[in-house]
Structure formats: structure tokens, C-alpha cells
């Protein structure tokens, strides 16, 4: 089975995607230089049981009930500090020297933890990252982005720490429940509309075999986000430029997560919405375009996104987005786009015009 393989340069380091259809076809798995000694497995509990046999084995681990393993929550509320600490404290209990690997299979929380694990134990081990969540494959283990929620706030906490090897397994997205398949659709609308007119065309006629998680589309729609992605951290690792234009959507998406508390709300689902009022904030400033606003929400709506949130008062959002900004010492920025691919940033937006577009 053919996979297929994507070499980027992040900020000097160099990170290897190999995307295939099945964990055992992955070579990149299979080339993993280790002994059974110095890699530190790390799971969630739903992706323990699914994946841990299969992986520890092509790893080289078949003889062995050696693997060592961290097993840390699933969700959002165990982004935290406590992760972190257990992971770090599993390699120190096991005498794990800094030329080990950290190796994280599971979602976009998941994979955050490890990398960051790994880049600050012994000043940064080896990172192996396996994606197993649509989000996680498409955006968040591409591009060096790790850390945890930190004292209420989202992503305080963190490094740019970019894995040595992303190992994509489409196969893997068979077992991950609906909503958060469907929820992972929301960052690869996002890519689309960031710069990739093909990949969006694509979603609006392949919804069928989409949401049918048709493996060869899957690889290919996962391959475009890698690369657009990928491509774009080249360029701007540290969020100096233009890399923050993947976060069209996420200010008011992160306004949303924390209004209720990282819980009962999907990340995918708070980008969906994000975008849609990205876009309206857009239209009320005149910059962004009315029929490829619709066009989006259109798409947005024929892939089930809820996009109103009615019980959550603007005010409460419009807090969120500001302790936030407070907290960061930085400006409330926005992305917005004029169309597909014309993006650019906006600071200084009244509370006003917010208020408006989160009561529309
Ligand atoms: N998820 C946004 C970024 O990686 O920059």
C-alpha cells in the first residue's frame, strides 16, 4: 500500500509526515530506532485499548510486556499541568536518559501534552507524534504548536517543539466516535478556506463519502491540510506573521470553549462556529464578501455544524475574549478574510461591533 510522505523545515529541524492507510504499512513506524528501554509510549484511555498492541508491536515491542506506558485522561479538562507532571515523572521514574523518545498516539489534547513533555525533559527527547482524531492529523500535530490549559486559560502554557516524525494512519479514523469525526471537519473547512479553492470544492461535492470516511479521500483531503499547513510554518514557526492566519476563527472559538469551561462543546464545533462569526464580523466592517459568506455557511450547515449558541450571553464571550487578551498582554486580534485564500488580520475592533455580530 502506498503512503506518502511530506519533509518540512521547522525552524531548522527537520519533521517527516508519512501519511498511509494502516498503522502496519507506516515505514516510519516500522524504522522507529529504539529499544524497548528508552521509549516512552503515551495513550489516552480510549486510544490505549485500540492501539496499543498494534503499535507497541510493529515498534518492535511484540516479545516484550516492557513497553512503558503512560496512560493520561481523554478531553479537554485533562489538558493540564497533572498530565504533564505524569508523563514527566513516568521517564524519570524509569530512568529514561535524553536520548529517548516520547511517542504520543491519540488526539489533538493528547499530542499536545507529549510534545510538550518532550520538549522541555532533559531540554527536549525524541518526539514521534501518531495522530489519531481527524483535528490532530489535519492541525495539531503538524507545526511544533504544544502545551496545556493553564489557570482557566487555553494554551497558556507552551513550546514550539516540532515532532521528528508524524505517523498518519487513515485506518485509525475508523473507530473515533461521530461527533468527533465530524467535529475534525471544522479545521479542514478551515484549511480550505485559507487557501486551498480545490479542497473546498471538494467538501462541497464529496460530503457522502466523507462522512462515509472513505479512506482514499480521507488520505487526500489529510495530505492537502498537511501540506498548506505545513507549508506555512516554514515560513513563520513562531507566529511572527502569517502562521496566525491559522487561527481564523479561534478568537472567538477559544471565547466560546472557555465560557463553558472546556466542557460539552467540541473544539471542531467552537471552530465552526468561529468561522462563520469571523466572517460576519467581516461583512459588518464591509471587507468580507456576502455570497462566499454564505457559501461557507452553506457548508457549514450541510455538515451539521450547530452554529448558534444561544445561551451563552455575548457579554460572557466578549469577557472571555478579553481576560484572554489581558492575560496574554497582546491585542485582540482577529482574522478575517475578504474571500477564499484573502486573508489579514484586525485589531482594534469596538466591543460594540462584537456585541453585534455575537447577537446576530
Ligand atoms: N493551530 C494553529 C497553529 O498551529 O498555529
Known amino acids: 500500500m502506498i503512503t506518502d510522505i511530506y519533509r518540512f523545515n521547522f525552524g531548522g529541524n527537520v519533521c517527516t509526515v508519512e501519511i498511509g492507510m494502516s498503522l502496519k504499512g507506516l515505514n516510519a513506524l516500522r524504522r522507529v530506532p529504539v529499544s524497548a528501554k528508552d521509549t516512552l509510549y503515551v495513550y489516552d484511555d480510549n486510544t490505549e485499548g485500540l492501539f496499543a498492541g498494534d503499535i507497541e508491536k510493529i515498534t518492535g515491542r511484540e516479545e516484550e510486556s516492557a513497553a512503558v506506558r503512560v496512560v493520561i485522561d481523554h478531553g479537554e479538562e485533562h489538558k493540564s499541568w497533572e498530565s504533564v507532571n505524569r508523563i514527566l515523572e513516568k521517564a524519570v521514574e524509569s530512568d529514561f536518559g535524553r536520548d529517548c523518545t516520547f511517542m504520543g498516539i491519540g488526539g489533538g489534547v493528547l499530542t499536545d501534552l507529549v510534545a510538550f513533555a518532550s520538549s522541555v525533559y532533559m531540554r527536549g527527547s525524541g518526539l514521534i507524534l501518531v495522530p489519531t482524531t481527524l483535528l490532530s492529523m489535519v492541525d495539531a500535530s503538524i507545526g511544533g504548536k504544544t502545551g496545556f490549559n493553564y489557570h482557566g486559560y487555553k494554551n497558556l502554557?507552551?513550546?514550539?517543539?516540532?515532532?521528528?516524525?508524524?505517523?498518519?494512519?487513515?485506518?485509525?479514523?475508523?473507530?473515533?466516535?461521530?461527533?468527533?469525526?465530524?467535529?475534525?471537519?471544522?479545521?479542514?473547512?478551515?484549511?480550505?478556506?485559507?487557501?486551498?479553492?480545490?479542497?473546498?470544492?471538494?467538501?462541497?461535492?464529496?460530503?457522502?463519502?466523507?462522512?462515509?470516511?472513505?479512506?482514499?479521500?480521507?488520505?487526500?483531503?489529510?495530505?492537502?491540510?498537511?501540506?498548506?499547513?505545513?507549508?506555512?510554518?516554514?515560513?513563520?514557526?513562531?507566529?511572527?506573521?502569517?502562521?496566525?492566519?491559522?487561527?481564523?476563527?479561534?478568537?472567538?472559538?477559544?471565547?466560546?470553549?472557555?465560557?463553558?469551561?472546556?466542557?460539552?462543546?467540541?473544539?471542531?464545533?467552537?471552530?465552526?462556529?468561529?468561522?462563520?462569526?469571523?466572517?460576519?464580523?467581516?461583512?459588518?466592517?464591509?471587507?468580507?464578501?456576502?455570497?462566499?459568506?454564505?457559501?461557507?455557511?452553506?457548508?457549514?450547515?450541510?455538515?451539521?455544524?450547530?452554529?448558534?449558541?444561544?445561551?451563552?450571553?455575548?457579554?460572557?464571550?466578549?469577557?472571555?475574549?478579553?481576560?484572554?487578551?489581558?492575560?496574554?498582554?497582546?491585542?485582540?486580534?482577529?482574522?478575517?478574510?475578504?474571500?477564499?485564500?484573502?486573508?489579514?488580520?484586525?485589531?482594534?475592533?469596538?466591543?460594540?461591533?462584537?456585541?453585534?455580530?455575537?447577537?446576530?
Request: proline share 2%.
Open 157 to 360: 502554557i507552551g513550546t514550539f517543539y516540532p515532532a521528528e516524525k508524524v505517523c498518519i494512519a487513515i485506518e485509525t479514523l475508523e473507530s473515533l466516535p461521530e461527533n468527533e469525526f465530524n467535529a475534525g471537519i471544522a479545521e479542514v473547512i478551515k484549511t480550505a478556506m485559507l487557501g486551498d479553492e480545490e479542497l473546498f470544492g471538494m467538501l462541497e461535492r464529496e460530503k457522502k463519502r466523507l462522512l462515509g470516511r472513505d479512506g482514499e479521500l480521507l488520505k487526500e483531503i489529510v495530505g492537502r491540510c498537511v501540506i498548506f499547513k505545513g507549508r506555512l510554518v516554514e515560513e513563520d514557526l513562531r507566529e511572527r506573521g502569517k502562521r496566525a492566519f491559522l487561527n481564523l476563527g479561534h478568537t472567538f472559538a477559544h471565547a466560546l470553549e472557555s465560557s463553558v469551561n472546556f466542557k460539552g462543546i467540541l473544539h471542531g464545533e467552537a471552530v465552526a462556529w468561529g468561522l462563520l462569526k469571523a466572517l460576519e464580523l467581516g461583512a459588518q466592517l464591509n471587507i468580507t464578501d456576502y455570497s462566499y459568506m454564505e457559501r461557507v455557511k452553506n457548508l457549514l450547515l450541510d455538515y451539521g455544524f450547530p452554529l448558534k449558541y444561544d445561551s451563552i450571553k455575548p457579554a460572557r464571550l466578549i469577557s472571555a475574549m478579553y481576560g484572554d487578551k489581558k492575560k496574554r498582554k497582546g491585542n485582540l486580534r482577529f482574522i478575517l478574510q475578504r474571500s477564499i485564500g484573502d486573508n489579514l488580520i484586525e485589531e482594534g475592533i469596538s466591543e460594540e461591533l462584537l456585541n453585534r455580530v455575537l447577537s446576530g
